[in-house]
């Protein structure tokens, strides 16, 4: 059971490219999220999505587009790379929004550094 | 603006003594909280919760405790292991919402 997966683990991309996060759950789960950290300011969260087919804007939406096309996956794009967009982004998943079972599970993370 | 804080960067104990971390947060309708840990190289795992009618949680040999007159958690940790050093997030949402506001991290560093 790999739980949520991320690919790649690392890019360095230069201004203005363009790439696609992914990232895959096996556990059935309903809910993704993209979340990045940054030094000194915790995780925020980028978008989300509530079931396949759905998306929606978290905190720091802006730069970012998602797609939720299959359940199992939830694809975070950068369509014109940025400095300011250098930072360790993860995703999560979870079952319901029940609170009291269901935390969120993330991957391992993708270290993108923009030159 | 930081609606959950963790105030102290760093933390470092003696294995076997107690690890206290702290949290404090702004927004009154918070009304369930969670801490998760991160080793380096990893995603952040999820720890102990606890929900605004409780005022205390334990789960083996950590413990949430919730002060919410103060808007405070604290999370203990007894007894400290050399494999607790992590950083540690707490979080926190209201009911309903999806979101979960993260505070920027506590490093512990149980020395053996």
């Known amino acids: 059971n790999a739980g949520v997966t991320q690919t790649p683990k690392f890019r360095v991309l230069k201004t203005g490219q363009s790439m696609t996060l992914l990232c895959a759950q096996d556990?059935?789960?309903?809910?993704m999220y993209w979340y990045r950290q940054d030094p000194g300011m915790g995780l925020r969260l980028i978008h989300y999505s509530v079931g396949e087919g759905t998306t929606a804007k978290g905190e720091v939406p802006d730069g970012y587009n998602v797609s939720r096309l299959k359940k199992q996956n939830f694809l975070l794009g950068l369509e014109s790379a940025a400095p300011s967009q250098t930072s360790v982004y993860f995703c999560?998943?979870?079952?319901?929004?029940?609170?009291?079972?269901?935390?969120?599970?993330f991957g391992n993370g993708t270290r993108l550094t923009v030159t | 603006d930081q609606q959950v804080k963790q105030n102290s960067p760093s933390l470092s104990v003696q294995e076997g003594r107690i690890s206290i971390l702290n949290c404090d947060y702004t927004n009154s309708m918070f009304d369930y909280f969670l801490w998760y840990k991160k080793y380096p190289a990893e995603g952040p795992t999820f720890l102990i919760s606890?929900?605004?009618?409780?005022d205390k949680n334990e789960d083996g040999r950590f413990t949430v405790f919730l002060n919410k007159s103060a808007k405070h958690l604290s999370l203990h940790i007894v007894p400290s292991q050399p494999g607790d050093s992590a950083v540690y997030f707490c979080?926190?949402?209201?009911?309903?919402?999806?979101?979960?506001?993260f505070g920027t991290g506590t490093r512990l560093t149980v020395i053996p």
């Open positions: 999560a998943s979870r079952r319901d929004s029940s609170s009291y079972n269901s935390p969120l599970h």
């Open positions: 606890i929900s605004s009618i409780k």
């Open positions: 979080a926190a949402k209201r009911a309903g919402a999806n979101n979960l506001f």
């Open positions: 556990m059935n789960h309903e809910y």
